[in-house]
């Protein structure tokens, strides 16, 4: 990379005036005018050679090899800040690095192969998936997939709530509609499920069981119902994923918790630090010795756990499986529950700061200016299937990773369903395609194309120049978005990058810009460009693949059915 001859050079010449230091920054300087490359390294050790600032720059700026560092130009600005000028064929040399790491470009070993889960999604099997659980699982996986490309060894996981009062609500709630059926009225209870879909579980319950369930009151046949149910629930929500591309490694149950003795356990453990107390008739445990804002139930006056409780338990279940590193993506609402977990956990001794949460804001749908509220099947919000089938896999998982978590979310149905550039994943879709393009217009395989003998340094234009940074920044975008658990940071890249790349394309047509054109007659310039377009695709696509997004090769606006 071009930073790294610049950054030997200038240790070099430190070397030479007896200064050694640890860190060299080269950051891009924010106007273009000022070069590709600037440091303020000779402000950081003109007190240590006893010296003005400029005066520093400008000995190192004469010092400088030129060629070795591969640099056209540098020039000294300001009180002593060094900009460099890097020579066309070092800029465009990045090409080759893209060529021929291809599919692994962006690629690192930054996570050094350590274990990482990703807990996400881990909707209670109580009804479908709703677009906080869509943004949730385009979340996880975006992240899960970077992670992955930084070098970690990526778990990702789901956890079932299947025990506990919300899952008594959906036996009572489909107990009552399957009796409704049948011709005996039962009340839903108040806090029950009221979606279409309890009705349809209903009737799928009577054609299994009949009339069995018409009469009997028993614990014994509400469990029956409840399993029944949460096999369906289970079933539609784990479809609902697959073909929102998202899938896990282990599904595990909380009720297992419970079977394998786990929150007993859990129970005992606590008990034996010291830290739990007993308070009108419930057991508590001391949470504001870790910084809580109040102790927490343990056990309710009945004898019952809290959900404190199983939370805390699969938590030091997850760190006795080997994961040092969890990574919980949850809802905005689960802001209680990171406090009480953490503080449960360090109660046992595991380390400040475990889990890490990624707590995401909610989603607004909008269609014309007017908010989308109500689906009938559902009872209440859009359902992610609703969603994705209306506005497409690819659109949906791509407007749920291109905000902050942190940030609302407004999901716009008019622009989601806008084909134009003005839709940003087709922007960045099409940009892709424009690239494939170019090489079935010049009857040429793009693996064809070899940028290690292509002439690179005829790439001059400044708008090739600005391209082909963008594309060399591409591993630090995917280790920074990693880094920061921010998918988003990619999909800002991708936008400017496409933006970029078509407006090169553009500016490529022969009857518009010949000077920028591809497929020119001059062999050495065509086969620069077609290294370059050869980059582009490779860049775009494996930002795509990281996002869970197709790459098309060729696009049809279904509008007017014109192809890119």
């Given amino acids: 990379m071009p930073q790294a001859a610049i950054d030997r050079s200038l240790r070099a010449i430190l070397s030479d005036l007896g200064v050694v230091v640890s860190e060299i920054h080269l950051e891009r300087p924010r106007d273009p005018s000022h070069g590709d490359l600037a440091t303020n390294l000779a402000l950081k050790v003109a007190s240590e050679l006893g010296r003005a600032p400029r005066e520093v720059a400008e000995e190192i700026a004469q010092r400088l090899n030129l060629e070795t560092a591969g640099v ?133 319950l009577s054609k299994e069981v009949g009339t069995r369930f018409l009469e009997d009151n028993s614990d014994q046949a509400l469990e029956e119902i409840r399993n029944f149910a949460v096999q369906i629930l289970r079933a539609e929500q784990d479809r609902d994923l697959s073909d929102f591309r998202v899938h896990f490694d282990e599904y595990f149950l909380e009720s297992s918790l419970y079977k394998n003795g786990l929150v007993d356990k859990t129970i005992q453990d606590l008990r034996a630090t010291g830290l739990v107390y007993q308070h009108e008739g419930a057991t508590w445990l001391r949470t504001t010795e870790f910084g809580d804002q109040k102790d927490r139930v343990m056990i309710r006056t009945n004898g019952m756990p809290t959900y404190f409780l199983p939370d805390v338990a699969y938590h030091k279940n997850k760190w006795d499986r080997g994961f040092e590193r969890v990574i919980n993506v949850q809802g905005s609402d689960h802001h209680g529950t990171m ?7 360090r109660a046992l001794g595991l380390p400040e700061g475990y889990p890490e949460y990624l707590l995401h804001q909610m989603v607004r749908v909008e269609r014309d200016g007017q908010e989308v509220k109500f689906s009938k099947r559902a009872g209440s919000g859009v359902t992610l299937r609703e969603l994705y089938e209306e506005v497409g896999v690819d659109v949906a998982r791509y407007f749920f990773q291109m905000r902050k978590a942190d940030a609302q979310l407004l999901f716009d149905l008019d622009m989601a369903l806008d084909q134009s550039d003005k839709n940003p994943v087709y922007k960045v879709q099409y940009a892709h395609a424009r690239m494939c393009s170019i090489f079935a ?12 003998v292509a002439h690179l340094e005829l790439l001059r234009e400044d708008l090739e120049r600005e391209l082909v940074k963008r594309l060399g920044e ?79 090769t060729r696009m049809v606006r279904k509008r007017d059915q014109s192809v890119e």
């Fill in 339 to 345: 406090a009480r977990v953490r503080s449960g956990v």
């Fill in 72 to 204: 056209e130009a540098v020039e000294v600005a300001g009180p002593g800040f060094l900009n460099f000028r890097l020579s066309t064929r070092t800029v465009a040399s990045v090409l080759n690095e893209i060529a021929a790491e291809d599919k692994d470009f962006g690629r690192s070993s930054e996570g050094r192969g350590r274990s990482v889960m990703v807990e996400f999604v881990s909707a209670n099997p109580t009804g479908p998936l709703h677009l906080g659980h869509g943004r949730q699982a385009a979340l996880g996986d975006a992240i899960s997939s970077l992670l992955g490309w930084t070098g970690w060894k990526v778990h990702r996981e789901y956890y079932y709530n299947d025990s506990g009062r919300q899952m008594d609500l959906l036996a009572l709630s489909v107990r009552a509609r399957y009796r409704a059926l049948l011709g005996q009225e039962e009340p839903l209870p108040q806090d029950g499920y009221r979606g279409d879909y309890v009705l349809e579980v209903a009737e799928a």
């Fill in 474 to 552: 591409f591993p630090a975008t995917v280790e920074r978005a990693a880094n920061q658990v921010s998918p988003h940071v990619l999909s800002d890249y991708l936008e400017q990058t496409a933006g970029f790349a078509n407006s090169w394309y553009h500016a490529g047509n022969p009857t518009r810009s010949p000077q920028l054109a591809v497929l020119v007659e001059d062999e050495a310039l065509r086969t620069a460009r077609l290294a370059l377009a050869r980059a582009v695709q490779i860049v775009l696509r494996n930002g795509l693949v990281i996002m869970g997004i197709d790459a098309p």
């Fill in 441 to 452: 217009k010049a009857r040429v395989a793009p693996e064809e194309v070899a940028a290690d």
